[in-house]
């Protein structure tokens, strides 16, 4: 009679007696992970999706694209959102902005250690806004005195500064203390006085003060020089002079010149390259939501997410708003059709002419308050909320399934190690009983 292995015997009946058990859980846990996958792919579809309709929704950014050209380079330049009126304009400029830029009447010896007085106040004053420095607050590194290089730091770093750069300038063997306005135009000019300091020298510095650049504001026609609309700003950028339209001038034109022409009108390229990243994102939203959901047929699987109400339920909502009517316009009149496949697509011509005879309807269409784009973005939001959004709370559910069949594997684990301690001790003893009867036999010869 043969011996048997205990370990053996013990490994192949505990492992069938936990098999059926781990061949489920298995399966479930790979159910979950595959569903948790394709909730993942679907929503940074969906999010790719928002994004790029958020990015051509916005105040600075939108479907419908002008461009604007000018006459004569190097006296300003024009930029035009969709809100522009294709046309042509006359402009003559007059003066570019300046900033306030001024040196004081320090020593002629000064630099960055020269010690200041440590009492008394520094004022700045700027288009009706106040900086005062504390003189006796200048001293950093605790050494008991204060030194330009200290006041400087202490201009320049101070959260209340109404717009005032400090700096420390070296001409011809000589420190210069200068002060700079950050912003140009005539409200910016720089008012600065010391007092209370018990040094003289330090006070006349900011009273003898020497301009180096004086602050005045930009000025340009509209029109010709003297005869048009006289446009005054503290800023070189005119922003909304003519609707939708910013100028930002650069160089002045000399008296006597003629004004410079400006021509606005659609951009077709960049309105087209636009509305391709709309179909784009579409596209893949649409085949990201079919390939998890699919039913699946003789040449594709079945998606793990089949007949997902949800997700169909997106799809259908976002299917009838690019299919719906906005103020009598709606994208199939514009050239932007959905095939039978379900995929978009752009028939240039029709779209470049529906742009040509109406740019503003299309600017409505997509951009509008309420329209396409806006209402795409309200349909969307409940879904992709972090907190209380369908995806993140799919998602924690499948994560909370999947730890619960953890817990399962590891109570399956310790039934397992009970049974195989259970059948180790069985065999082994059955073991022992065999060895002795063949000892037994043995002897019998």
């Known amino acids: 009679m043969s ?3 205990p370990i053996t015997m013990a490994t192949q009946l505990a492992t069938y007696d936990i098999q059926p058990f781990q061949k489920r859980y298995q399966m479930q846990a790979d159910m979950y992970q595959a ?29 419908i694209k002008n461009s604007t050209s000018v006459s004569q380079e190097g006296f300003f330049s024009a930029s035009a959102n969709a809100n522009a009126l294709p046309g042509s304009y006359q402009i003559f400029v007059e003066q570019v902005a300046t900033a306030h830029q001024l040196k004081t009447g320090m020593p002629a010896d000064l630099d960055a250690t020269t010690e200041i007085p440590t009492t008394g106040t520094l004022d700045f004053t700027i288009n009706g806004e106040t900086l005062t420095i504390d003189l006796s607050t200048l001293d ?11 006041l400087v730091s202490a201009i320049n770093n101070d959260p209340d500064n109404p717009g005032v750069n400090a700096t420390l300038v070296r001409s011809n063997g000589q420190t210069h203390f200068m002060l700079s306005s950050t912003e140009t135009g005539v409200a910016n000019t720089i008012d600065v006085s010391a007092s209370g300091t018990g040094a003289a020298w330090f006070e006349d510095a900011f009273t003898n003060t020497t301009d180096l650049s004086t602050p005045k504001d930009a000025v340009v026609w509209l029109g010709a020089e003297g005869t048009g609309l006289r446009l005054e700003n503290s800023s070189n950028t005119f922003s909304g002079v003519i609707d939708g339209v910013d100028l930002t001038v650069s160089k002045a034109q000399t008296s006597g010149e003629q004004p410079i022409t400006l021509n606005i009108g659609p951009d077709g390229e ?18 990201t939501i079919d390939e998890y959901t ?18 169909r339920s997106i799809e259908s909502q976002v299917n009838n708003l690019v299919r719906g009517d906005f103020d009598g316009m709606r994208l199939s009149l514009i050239g932007i059709e959905i095939d039978r496949s379900g995929k978009m697509t752009l028939d240039a011509d029709k779209f470049e002419q529906a742009q040509k005879n ?10 509008g ?14 879904y992709l909320m972090s907190t209380t959004g369908m995806f993140k709370t799919r998602k924690d559910s499948l994560q909370q399934n999947i730890s619960r069949i953890d817990d399962k594997q590891v109570t399956l684990e310790r039934r397992y190690d009970m049974a195989y301690s259970r059948y180790l001790k069985q065999f082994t003893q059955m073991n022992t009983l065999m060895t002795q009867m063949n000892q037994t036999m043995g002897m019998f010869g």
Do not use: C, H, W
Request: glycine share 6%; no cysteine; charged share 25%.
């Open 3 to 5: 011996s048997l292995d």
């Open 369 to 382: 308050d309420g329209n396409l784009l806006d209402s795409i973005d309200t349909a969307l939001e409940p």
């Open 270 to 287: 960049a309105t087209k390259e636009q509305v391709n990243k709309f179909i784009e994102a579409y596209n893949s939203l649409m085949s």
């Open 358 to 367: 109406d740019s503003a309807a299309l600017e409505a269409l997509f951009n």
């Open 35 to 63: 569903q948790l996958t394709a909730l993942g792919k679907v929503e940074s579809a969906l999010r790719e999706f928002r994004s790029a309709v958020n990015d051509m929704n916005s105040s600075t950014s939108s479907v």
């Open 140 to 150: 950093t590194d605790g050494d008991g005195k204060a030194t330009m290089a200290e």
């Open 294 to 311: 699919g039913i699946g047929n003789e040449d594709t699987k079945r998606g793990v997410l089949a007949s997902d109400p949800t997700l």
